[in-house]
């Protein structure tokens, strides 16, 4: 039949085509399978290593950081976030009435929660339901995990100061990472962002050595994130950072917070003058330390910054103050050793002019003739102006080069500054005038240019009352070594080269500021104890007190706005005969040194001698146990 | 009323099965033992090992048994019984079609499954059969004369938009395209004439804004804009195109190796055993393994084209061609769809994908083709009857 003839030969043609095009196109997706698993594997394989493998990290536990005690300064604790998997969670709301019957979630918490699940596009992602759970409250939830899915308690390790309020300008703290940190530190550690880092303080300078190193597992991970496995054999464990011990004696620090408590601002280093080993570095008003690590909270922040004591400021560092009469010492350590004896006299009538400038006493009707020995006593200022235009400029100086004034101590902590020591090069670079003689007068006595931090003048101290011995501070007992408490081997410390007749004639006069009669901390001597002070008082004037004033009455510190007071200082050594400890007190704007300094170095001391004593009657916890601590991690 | 399997003078069951082609019932049970390795590899044991027979090869070997029955079973019937009831079956699929959007409507989501205790049966895929079994009776029957008036075309082009219309409401995109581009085949063999398609095409084109505004579903919006542009929405839709590209990728020329692939127990890929299984293949036994299988079915789709053209009746000619077409579609969509040339559809590998009703839908298809393949000898009047010379 033709016509079924006919039909059949435009099936053929129409069949021969749609089989053609079927595999033309079967052909083309051959090809594309070509260009994905050749041309493009590369690519594609890098991809899916991306997909499955998954790197890790591994905290290292931060080292601990502790008094010369063992008494912690600074550890971790164990702190919980409970998270919940939306995904987990068959239905979320229903879980999060459980959690609330066992937790307090109060329904604005609820809100969010619910709202960042909603949001949240990886519906298998965690959404943080509550931080920081009491213990209480996390057995409570393991308790009743089978009602819970998709609930999880996420253990971290946070910085707690346990006495957060005690040190917090020597151990500093912890907080988050920033931008200028992230890129000058290629740690992958700080990418995390539960990474704390040393900010501050000890935590600060210490930081690398505290932080231990990071190790690293590899996870199989779904598409969706979630963990299948661990590559067990390519975990590196983290290493957990070094403890640190310091030379801090908590108790004598928290006795000195205490003691300053009715100074609005003050500050005291305590320093053993035999190997530089600090005690107490107390900065007034302190501040919790505690309020950093988790994010200090803006308002109080503010109130910290803008508060007039300058509690972030470490005042014994950082704090710079004309020493007063506390310089004095330097100016007779200079004059016995340009050679002029002890004996040398001064007729003190209140004022001696120069020129036409007349520069007064703070005695105003004068201490009449006073040797060396009873200028330091009585700290008169004639007899120093008369001394340093003697000397000059450059041999006072030195000397108070020499005994570390006017560069920063060294000290193991970041932020110190270096005071001033003047001199005429100085003035010519810094203030663009020519060293006048009134300048070496007004130094002489302390003021003026000269400026040191209360570390500063504690180092000064430690070195007379050991004998010259550049003795240097520092914060830590014992480097770096690992659950032991150990001494470091004692140095030989360099001396500073001065003759021990000078060193003996300076210590006897400070034992005399103290403990003579006439002497002008008297008042703070030793009564009931084995040991004898020894000192010089400072009082620095803040402002210029006119002429006229002069002329009426030199207004007391009393009457006068606090800012404007003088600030008190006092500088001691103890015992006199074998000098152990050297103190430094600076009461900003607290009035007289004698007044308002050294009856705390009085106390210091009194304090000191009792914890030697209840030290060698072993009444004192000679050290907490470093091992049961690690215990606990 | 004619016997299902034989009338008087004509040849026996027996002899019919002696005509089945056993080469092509080979590669049949080659891609069938290819899927069942690859369900196999995409499990995990008990000891999250990859491999196991649990959940899925078990009973993908046991539903490709029941499937090679039907298919032996329906190529030693009478072909005139499926040309006398082919209206029938496309009947019935359709009241299937029309039953599920009602019966579905108390389900969730998309309706496509119905219910019969024993098993789900999903409609539209008895339609993939029903409509080219009514399609090619209609054009066996239309002169070829009449063929070219454009009246005549008004009854399959209902045919064929009636079933689309109701799948595309289900909403299945996938199967809707399948059944739309299976009856334009149907009607390119048939010899309607090309302007005539011309036409249809601009209609058609016409229609897409229309059916964008009143006929697709948010989802399916998506899924298609996702297609477009794939970085719009990584960790959405267009995140399981890249995870399927990244799989395939990574196979490289040799693959990953049998049970070496990241695919079966990574879960990157949603239903990896049904829609990405291609993905698996591939990445276990790369490039040589994928081109294999593309090769095996260019075979079977050769196969296809060879029985339509040695078949004496245009009946078994379009039945065959047509089925065959719908067997590529299924191919060419799940393979363009895991390498990212299409939209995600999800329209199963024939023969290799787990699930049962495209298995029985593929099996009687062969079962036809196959019957087809049979009776290459029976000459049929447009009437049904044998012709006489």
């Given at each position: 039949m033709a016509r ?5 030969e ?9 089989a053609g095009?079927k595999?033309?196109i079967?052909s ?8 994905l ?7 594609y394989?890098?991809?899916a290593?991306d997909?499955r493998?998954?790197?890790?990290l ?7 950081i502790?008094?010369r005690y063992?008494a912690p ?8 976030r409970l998270?919940?998997v939306?995904?987990q969670?068959?239905d979320?709301?229903?879980t999060?009435?459980?959690?609330a019957r066992l937790i ?8 969010q929660?619910l709202?960042?699940a909603?949001?949240s596009?990886r519906?298998?992602?965690p959404?943080?339901?509550?931080e920081?759970l009491?213990w209480?409250q996390?057995?409570?939830i393991?308790v ?7 609930v999880?308690i996420k ?9 957060g309020?005690?040190?917090p300008?020597?151990?500093?703290y912890v ?5 200028d940190?992230?890129?000058e ?7 995390l962002?539960?990474?704390r880092?040393?900010k501050?303080?000890l935590?600060r300078?210490?930081e690398?050595a505290l932080?231990g ?6 996870i199989?991970v ?18 957990p950072g070094h403890?640190?011990v310091?030379?801090i ?12 408590a009715?100074?609005h ?5 305590v ?6 080993g600090?005690?107490?570095l107390?900065?007034t008003?302190t501040y919790?330390?505690n309020?950093?690590p988790?994010?200090i909270?803006p308002?109080?922040w503010h109130?910290?910054v803008?508060?007039?004591?300058k509690?972030?400021?470490?005042k014994?560092?950082?704090g710079?103050?004309?020493p007063?009469?506390a310089?004095?010492?330097?100016v007779?350590?200079?004059a ?6 002890p004996g ?6 209140g004022y001696i002019?120069l ?8 005695k105003?009707?004068?201490?009449g003739?006073l040797d060396m020995?009873?200028?330091i ?12 235009q003697?000397?000059g400029?450059?041999r006072i100086?030195e000397?108070?080069?020499?005994l570390g ?7 193991d902590l970041?932020?110190e ?8 090069d100085?003035?010519?670079?810094v203030?663009?005038?020519y ?11 302390g003021q003026?240019?000269v ?7 504690a180092m ?10 550049a003795v ?5 007992r014992?480097?770096?070594v690992?659950?032991?408490?150990g001494i470091?081997?004692?140095e030989?410390i360099?001396?500073?080269?001065l003759k ?6 300076v210590?006897?006069a400070?034992q005399q500021?103290?403990n003579?009669?006439k002497?002008?901390?008297?008042g703070?001597r030793l009564v009931?104890s ?8 400072g009082t620095?004037?803040?402002r ?31 015992p006199?005969?074998?000098p ?6 600076v009461?900003e ?5 004698s007044k308002?300094?050294?009856p705390?170095a009085?106390?210091?001391m009194l304090?000191?001698?009792?914890r030697e004593q209840?030290?060698?009657?072993g009444?004192?916890?000679a ?5 049961d601590?690690?215990g606990?991690? | ?5 034989q009338?008087?003078?004509?040849m ?9 082609s056993?080469?092509?019932v080979?590669?049949?049970s080659l891609?069938?033992?290819?899927g ?5 590899s995409a499990a995990?044991?008990n000891t999250?090992?990859?491999g196991?027979?649990?959940p ?7 539903r490709?048994?029941?499937g090679?029955?039907?298919l032996?079973f ?9 040309l ?7 009947g019935?699929?359709l ?9 579905g409507t ?9 219910d019969f205790?024993?098993f789900?049966?999903q409609p539209?895929?008895v ?5 080219v079994?009514?399609?090619a ?6 002169s070829?004369?009449n063929s070219?008036r ?13 079933p689309v219309?109701?799948?595309l409401?289900q909403?299945d995109?996938?199967t809707a ?5 299976g009856?334009?085949?149907m009607f390119?063999?048939a ?8 036409l249809?095409?601009v ?5 897409i804004?229309?059916?964008w505004?009143f006929v697709?579903?948010?989802?399916q919006k998506?899924?298609v ?13 267009g ?6 590209k990244i799989?395939l990728g ?6 990953r190796?049998?049970?070496?692939g990241?695919q079966?127990y ?6 990896k055993q ?6 698996m293949?591939?990445e ?6 994928g081109?294999?299988v593309i090769?095996?079915y260019?075979?079977?789709l050769g196969?296809?084209?060879a029985?339509a053209l040695?078949?004496?009746n ?10 065959t ?7 060419f969509i799940?393979v ?9 559809v ?6 290799i ?5 495209a ?5 009687v298809?062969f079962?036809?083709i196959?019957n087809?393949?049979v009776?290459?000898d029976l000459r049929?009047?447009r009437?049904g ?5």
């Amino acid at each position: 039949m033709a016509r079924e003839r006919g039909r059949a030969e435009i099936f053929g043609r129409r069949a021969a085509l749609l089989a053609g095009g079927k595999f033309v196109i079967l052909s083309a997706l051959g090809v594309r399978l070509y260009s994905l698993q050749v041309l493009e594997a590369q690519r594609y394989r890098d991809m899916a290593e991306d997909n499955r493998v998954n790197l890790r990290l591994l905290e290292p536990a931060r080292g601990y950081i502790v008094d010369r005690y063992g008494a912690p300064l600074a550890v971790n604790v164990q702190s919980y976030r409970l998270e919940i998997v939306p995904e987990q969670a068959r239905d979320l709301e229903t879980t999060l009435d459980t959690l609330a019957r066992l937790i307090d979630i109060s329904p604005k918490e609820r809100e969010q929660i619910l709202k960042a699940a909603k949001k949240s596009r990886r519906v298998f992602l965690p959404v943080t339901v509550k931080e920081d759970l009491t213990w209480e409250q996390v057995s409570r939830i393991e308790v009743n995990a089978p009602d819970l899915p998709g609930v999880d308690i996420k253990s971290h390790e946070t910085r707690l100061y346990p006495y957060g309020h005690a040190t917090p300008h020597v151990i500093g703290y912890v907080s988050a990472v920033n931008e200028d940190e992230l890129n000058e530190d290629d740690d992958p550690l700080l990418e995390l962002p539960s990474t704390r880092i040393g900010k501050f303080g000890l935590e600060r300078q210490y930081e690398l050595a505290l932080r231990g190193k990071a190790g690293r597992k590899e996870i199989e991970v779904n598409a969706l994130g979630r963990e299948i496995q661990e590559f067990k054999e390519r975990r590196i464990e983290a290493e957990p950072g070094h403890d640190i011990v310091t030379t801090i004696d908590l108790a004598l620090q928290q006795f000195i917070i205490d003691r300053l408590a009715d100074q609005h601002a003050a500050a005291v280093a305590v320093m053993d003058v035999r190997d530089g080993g600090v005690l107490a570095l107390v900065s007034t008003p302190t501040y919790d330390a505690n309020l950093f690590p988790k994010g200090i909270a803006p308002g109080a922040w503010h109130d910290l910054v803008n508060n007039r004591y300058k509690p972030l400021t470490n005042k014994t560092t950082a704090g710079q103050y004309a020493p007063g009469s506390a310089f004095k010492l330097i100016v007779m350590l200079a004059a016995l050793e340009a050679g002029i004896g002890p004996g040398r006299t001064s007729h003190c009538i209140g004022y001696i002019e120069l020129g036409e400038r007349k520069f007064h006493c703070w005695k105003r009707w004068g201490h009449g003739t006073l040797d060396m020995l009873g200028s330091i006593r009585e700290s008169c200022d004639i007899y120093y102006y008369e001394l340093s235009q003697k000397l000059g400029i450059g041999r006072i100086a030195e000397m108070a080069r020499r005994l570390g004034l006017g560069a920063p101590t060294g000290i193991d902590l970041g932020g110190e500054r270096q005071g001033n020591i003047p001199d005429a090069d100085w003035k010519q670079a810094v203030v663009g005038d020519y060293w006048r003689p009134g300048d070496t007068l007004v130094a002489g006595i302390g003021q003026g240019y000269v400026e040191a931090t209360p570390l500063q003048l504690a180092m000064m101290t430690a070195r007379i009352a050991n004998g010259g011995k550049a003795v240097t501070p520092r914060l830590t007992r014992d480097l770096f070594v690992r659950d032991k408490v150990g001494i470091r081997p004692e140095e030989d410390i360099p001396s500073i080269g001065l003759k021990d007749y000078s060193l003996v004639m300076v210590k006897k006069a400070m034992q005399q500021v103290v403990n003579h009669e006439k002497g002008t901390a008297r008042g703070s001597r030793l009564v009931d104890s084995a040991w004898t002070m020894s000192g010089k008082t400072g009082t620095s004037q803040v402002r210029r007190i006119t002429e006229a004033e002069r002329r009426k009455r030199v207004l007391k510190n009393e009457e006068l706005e606090w800012l404007m007071r003088d600030h008190a200082l006092f500088v001691a050594f103890a015992p006199f005969e074998t000098p152990r400890y050297a103190v430094a007190v600076v009461v900003e704007h607290g009035g007289s040194g004698s007044k308002a300094a050294a009856p705390v170095a009085r106390d210091i001391m009194l304090e000191l001698e009792k914890r030697e004593q209840q030290l060698v009657a072993g009444e004192w916890p000679a050290q907490f146990a470093l091992s049961d601590r690690r215990g606990e991690r | 009323m004619q016997s299902l399997f034989q009338r008087p003078g004509e040849m026996t069951v027996t002899e019919r099965f002696g005509q089945i082609s056993w080469s092509l019932v080979t590669l049949i049970s080659l891609l069938a033992a290819v899927g069942i390795a690859m369900l196999y590899s995409a499990a995990v044991d008990n000891t999250g090992a990859p491999g196991s027979m649990d959940p899925w090869a078990t009973r993908q070997a046991i539903r490709f048994a029941i499937g090679m029955a039907v298919l032996i079973f329906i190529a030693v019937t009478d072909l005139r019984v499926w040309l006398q009831y082919a209206y029938v079956v496309y009947g019935v699929a359709l009241a299937l079609l029309i039953g599920v959007e009602i019966a579905g409507t108390m389900g969730m989501g998309a309706r496509r499954w119905i219910d019969f205790r024993i098993f789900l049966l999903q409609p539209s895929e008895v339609m993939k059969v029903g409509l080219v079994l009514a399609l090619a009776r209609y054009f066996h029957s239309v002169s070829h004369e009449n063929s070219g008036r454009i009246v005549y075309l008004l009854v399959p082009v209902a045919l064929v938009l009636a079933p689309v219309a109701l799948v595309l409401k289900q909403p299945d995109l996938g199967t809707a395209g399948m059944l739309m581009v299976g009856g334009v085949a149907m009607f390119f063999i048939a010899g309607v004439r090309m302007w005539k398609f011309a036409l249809g095409g601009v209609l058609g084109l016409a229609a897409i804004p229309l059916a964008w505004r009143f006929v697709l579903h948010d989802y399916q919006k998506k899924r298609v804009l996702t297609f477009f542009d794939p970085d719009s929405d990584p960790m959405g839709a267009g995140y399981h195109i890249l995870q399927s590209k990244i799989a395939l990728g990574s196979g490289g020329i040799t693959g990953r190796g049998y049970l070496q692939g990241t695919q079966s127990y990574l879960n990157f890929l949603p239903e990896k055993q049904t829609d990405f299984i291609f993905t698996m293949l591939a990445e276990e036994f790369g490039l040589l393994g994928g081109l294999a299988v593309i090769l095996i079915y260019m075979i079977i789709l050769g196969y296809g084209f060879a029985i339509a053209l040695r078949s004496r009746n245009h009946f078994g000619r379009l039945l065959t061609l047509g089925l065959t077409t719908t067997i590529f579609l299924y191919v060419f969509i799940n393979v363009a769809m895991v390498m990212g040339v299409v939209p995600v559809v999800g329209v199963p590998l024939p023969l290799i994908s787990y699930g049962g009703t495209a298995m029985l839908t593929v099996m009687v298809a062969f079962g036809l083709i196959m019957n087809v393949y049979v009776h290459r000898d029976l000459r049929l009047t447009r009437g049904g009857l044998d012709e006489d010379e």
